[in-house]
Structures are given as C-alpha cells and as structure tokens.
C-alpha cells in the first residue's frame, strides 16, 4: 500500500484530532436539547448503553476500514472491495459531508455572530422576549448569517488547506485544550447556581419507567451523530493513522472523552435552566435563545456571553475542518486534483449548500420540500437517513466482508498491541449493531409506524 502518505505527527495529535472532530455542537447543543426532551437521565442511560453497544465498535470499525486502505473514505473501499458496489458507503459519506457542512456551517456562523454582538452590546436588562426576538430578526435576515457562514466557512478553509499535520492537526492541538479549559470554568459557573441540585437530578437520577422505544431510537442517532459516524469521517482520519497507534485504546479514549464532554454539557446547561426556571424541554432554541438569557442575568454577564460563544465556535471549527476534510480527500486521492484546489471545490460547494440553508430561515423560509425548510432538510437527510444507513453498511462490510485473520492483524498492529473481546467486538458488528441499527433506520423513516397502522 502507499507509503507515502500523510499522517499525522503524533499520537497526542491523534487522539486531539478525532475527539476534535467528534465533539461539537453535538455536545453542547444537540446532547442536552436531546436531554431535555426525552425524559433526562433516562435518556443518558439509554445513550451510555448506545455508545458502548454500538458506537464503540462502529467507531473500531471506521478507525479499522481507514487505517487498512489508508484512502479516502470512497478509495478505502475501491481498495478492500474492488470491483463492487461497497464504495456506494464512501459516495454516501461525501455526500453527507456536504449536506451537514450545509447546516451545521449556519449554526457554527451564529455563533461568531454571537461573540460579536456579546462583545459588542450590553446584554444586561434584556427580558426573554428580547432575545427571543433578536434571534428571529438576526437568524430571519439576509446579510449577518449570510457573512457570518462565509466567514467560517473561510476560517475552515483556511485550516484544511494549509494540510493534514499542519492545518487540522495543529489547530485541534490548539483549540482542543482551550475548548475544556472554557468548559470546565462554565460548568463549575453553572454548577454552583443556587438550584443546581435539581438540574442535577434531571440529568442524572433516572426514571426508570420514562425508558421507551422512542428514547431508545433518539439515544441511537444522538450517538451516531455525536461520535461523527456512519458517513466514513472516521475512515478518513484512521488513513492519517500511524502504523503504530492502537485502535482500540483510541477508539475508546475518544468515546470516553466525547461522552464526558457530553455529560458537561448536561452540567452546563441544566443546573442553569432549572436555576433561572427555563423549561429543559426548549428544544433547539436551548443554546441561541436561552442561554444568553442565564448568561445575560451572571455578574460580567458580557465576558461569560463572549467566552460561552468562543466555546461553542471552537467546538464547532474542529468539526467542520472534518467534514471539509472529508469531501477534499475524496477528490484529491481519486480525482488527483491537488490538495489545494480540492479544497477550494468543497469550500465553493458548502458555500452553496450552507447559504440556502442560512436564508431557510428568511427568505427562503416558504421554500419547502416534503414540508421542511432547506436547513431542516439537510438536517433530516442527514441524521435519519444516511448516517444510520452508512454505519450499517460499515458493520455488514466489516462483519461479511473482511477476512478475520486481517481484520485481527490490523487491530491488532500485527500481534504487537492486545485487543481486548475480539470475538465479542465481531458478532456485535456481524449481528448485534446492524439489527440495531437497521430497525432504527426503519423507524425514522416511519416504516414501524407503517406497520402498525397495518396490523
Ligand atoms: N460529531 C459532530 C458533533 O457532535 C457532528 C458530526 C456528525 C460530524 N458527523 C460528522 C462532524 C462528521 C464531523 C464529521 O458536533
């Protein structure tokens, strides 16, 4: 196979690297919105059972396709399959990767918007409908979101082309460090609110009799989501893996620090909601329209406002150089376009993707297909439909596909790192997570409701 090709420098990057890109507004907005709207700690019982049943050995799996082709996320399989149609998971993952860049650059250009206007104007006095109603207008108009898009867009551009070790690997170097540093000083803001207790129990005393198929599917595609799997990201990061790092042990680190980081977002966001007496269930409306009403209430409410903002901005930026990343090495390798120029393609093709999106919520608000805006389109495809259909894909491939004795030696590094339940890791990935997964996809599409209006 290529020799020549890029890795990151160190196993420090590594690991910054891949839990960079899969914590994101994922933790911090989608975890708790999640949370709060299904039942929550049942809910994190549910996802910790997720994570470790089925995002653990997806995310083995990626790491392994990855680090064995050392290609693209639609190479690795032209390499592995040649001649079949298992690229198709690659080509749904390119494809993935643009409509998220498209969402989730609109939501990660709010966030600069916010650190300016936090910077900028003084949030004190300002009642809940204030902000509720500064959000509408700022998110409803053409010119802010718009720039604000672009200018992230800009920034992750800016990273992916200056490369792999020296673009993605030092800026989540960088960035990751400063991410927990924010994190950490909020939570502990947070967590010492009077009330916090209550906030407290939400997240982490369960009702037991609140567990139903329902938390079971959301819990399932939160874990997906939040471990960025089923659309070959982590394929594509495993092909910058060195020959030396160990699988499993990263895999896990990165699942264990995503979910912690998870978990935070929970002590950031609860222990406040229940001290200013806002409903957990808000919905996606929990970071933009309530937040900064806790924030706009603290003591120094202007510096919390800005660093929250910066926070989330720096978990995002770690995210979208991923998903950039994804579609640029996908043309670079298979089209031989330079690193360069590809980038320039996918940032050009996000462009249009993330405006659309970021005018859905103005302009193009009555532009609906099948009921939904641009932005929540994207959202939907995306999240219920092709990440749960790639990572079952992934598992089957894995699980059918692969030789035993290889699958061992790569995870393994040729007998020379252990790896712990081999044989229970393959009948999970061969039986137990595309089952799972698959009657997830078919209930998010509304087949089980199909179903039983049939019988
Ligand atoms: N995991 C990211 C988050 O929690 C979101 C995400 C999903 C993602 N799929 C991805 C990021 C692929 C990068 C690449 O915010």
Redesign the pocket.
């Known amino acids: 196979m290529n020799q020549q090709r890029t890795t990151f420098g160190s196993q420090l990057g590594i690991l910054l690297a891949s839990v960079g890109?899969?914590?994101?507004?994922?933790?911090i907005w989608r975890f708790p919105y999640m949370l709060g709207t299904n039942g929550g700690a049942a809910f994190l019982l549910v996802y910790v059972i997720c994570i470790l049943m089925l995002g653990v050995p997806v995310l083995i799996s990626e790491f392994f396709i990855g680090r064995y082709a050392k290609r693209n996320t639609v190479g690795a399989f032209a390499v592995m399959a040649p001649g079949t149609k298992w690229s198709i998971i690659g080509y749904n993952g390119v494809l993935a990767?643009f409509f998220?860049a498209g969402f989730y650059y609109v939501l990660s250009g709010w966030t600069l918007d916010y650190i300016f206007t936090s910077a900028t104007t003084s949030l004190e006095g300002k009642t809940a409908a204030d902000f509720s109603n500064e959000f509408e207008a700022f998110s409803s108009g053409i010119f802010r979101p718009v720039i604000c898009t672009l200018l992230f867009i800009g920034i992750s551009h800016y990273i992916v082309v200056s490369g792999v070790k020296n673009g993605i690997e030092r800026a989540s170097k960088i960035l990751m460090p400063i991410f927990f540093l924010i994190l950490i000083v909020m939570c502990i803001r947070s967590a010492t609110l009077s009330g916090a207790g209550e906030g407290f129990r939400f997240l982490f005393q369960p009702d037991f009799s609140k567990i139903n198929s329902s938390i079971v599917l959301s819990a399932t595609g939160q874990a997906f989501?939040?471990?960025?799997l089923g659309?070959g990201?982590m394929i594509t990061y495993g092909s910058y893996f060195g020959a030396k790092t160990n699988l499993q042990k990263t895999s896990i680190h990165v699942t264990l620090i995503d979910t912690f980081v998870s978990i935070l977002g929970g002590i950031l966001v609860f222990p406040a909601v229940f001290h200013f007496g806002i409903e957990p269930t808000a919905g996606v409306e929990l970071v933009f329209i309530t937040l900064p009403n806790i924030l706009a209430q603290l003591p120094f409410s202007n510096v919390w406002a800005v660093t929250f903002f910066i926070l989330l901005a720096v978990a995002a930026i770690t995210?979208t150089i991923?998903?950039h990343e994804?579609a640029t090495a996908y043309l670079h390798e298979e089209f031989k376009i330079s690193r360069k120029l590809s980038t320039f393609y996918v940032t050009i093709g996000v462009s249009v993707f993330s405006v659309l999106a970021a005018l859905s919520f103005g302009i193009l608000k009555e532009a609906t297909i099948f009921g939904l805006t641009f932005f929540e389109l994207l959202d939907y495809l995306t999240a219920k439909v092709m990440l749960p259909f790639g990572g079952m894909l992934i598992c089957i491939f894995v699980g059918n596909r692969v030789d035993r004795k290889i699958l061992k030696a790569e995870l393994t590094n040729k007998g020379s790192v252990p790896f712990y339940f081999f044989n229970t890791y393959c009948f999970v990935t061969k039986y137990v997570a595309p089952i799972a997964i698959g009657a997830v996809f078919l209930n998010e599409l509304g087949l089980f409701k199909l179903f039983n209006f049939l019988f």
């Open positions: 890109c899969a914590v994101g507004l994922g933790n990767a998220i989501f939040s471990l960025s659309m990201c995210s991923a998903l994804v």
